[in-house]
């Protein structure tokens, strides 16, 4: 089944506590991106990547880092997770270019405390 | 002025009705346009890409105005499963992997 796996779907930390949230897709697919979203703010864009070692910042990036090492894998690394930080990420893939939709992953809810 | 703008609604319309939602965006060079629903908090799902000419997927049919700026969701004949929120998702100027979405526009059909 075609789908983009993420890693946990729900954690609780505290502030400070390196933390990655992982994503797979099964797709094959070249672009993957990382979304925040907070209530009245939607989803908001991190970082995403066009191709394996091809990472830009999207809206929101600060506080975040992320890697492409493998075309099926994008995961999310918050270095020193703040209180801030505390909302609900999605990732998604898409085979890339003009009008492809993208496949979201489930979710993670993150609080950091 | 945000970049991509939505009534947030919420649009409270009878099992049967047409209802339509409006999206306008700021960046001129924008060249993707998408509507996408999303299920109480749950991942958001591609409703339909909406392409220059207009298009239609059953009782869903999307517009796009570029002189005004602006993208449209009609639909027809509204389902109880049609309870979302619907957001308008814009790429960034000439940058496809750039996207901007809306906050969205919460609809609830009622019998």
């Known amino acids: 089944e075609a789908q983009v796996t993420q890693n946990p779907r729900y954690l609780i930390t505290v502030t400070g506590k390196k933390l990655t949230v992982t994503c797979s897709q099964n797709?094959?697919?070249?672009?993957m991106s990382w979304y925040r979203q907070d209530p009245g703010l939607g989803l908001r864009q991190i970082y995403y990547?066009?191709?394996?070692?091809?990472?830009d910042k999207g809206d929101v990036p600060e506080g975040y880092k992320v890697s492409r090492k493998e075309k099926r894998n994008f995961p999310l690394i918050l270095e020193s997770p703040s209180p801030n930080q505390t909302s609900l990420y999605f990732c998604?893939?898409?085979?890339?270019?003009?009008?492809?939709?993208?496949?979201f992953g489930d979710g993670t809810r993150l609080s950091i405390l | 002025r945000k970049e991509v703008e939505q009534d947030p609604g919420p649009f409270n319309v009878p099992e049967g009705a047409t209802v339509a939602f409006n999206c306008t965006y700021s960046?001129?060079?924008?060249?993707?346009f998408f509507w996408y629903r999303q299920d109480c908090r749950k991942e958001p799902k591609l409703l339909m890409s909406?392409?220059?000419s207009g298009n239609e997927d059953g009782r869903f049919t999307a517009q796009l105005n570029r002189a005004s700026q602006y993208i449209s969701l009609l639909i027809r004949d509204s389902k109880l499963s049609d309870s979302a929120t619907y957001l308008c998702?814009?790429?960034?100027?000439?940058?496809?992997?750039?996207?901007?979405f809306g906050q969205g526009t919460i609809l609830t059909v009622h019998p």
């Open positions: 960046n001129s060079a924008s060249q993707s």
């Open positions: 990547s066009m191709n394996v070692e091809v990472t």
């Open positions: 909406v392409y220059s």
């Open positions: 998702v814009v790429n960034r100027g000439t940058s496809y992997g750039k996207l901007t």
């Open positions: 797709m094959n697919h070249e672009y």
């Open positions: 998604a893939s898409s085979t890339g270019g003009r009008n492809q939709p993208q496949h």
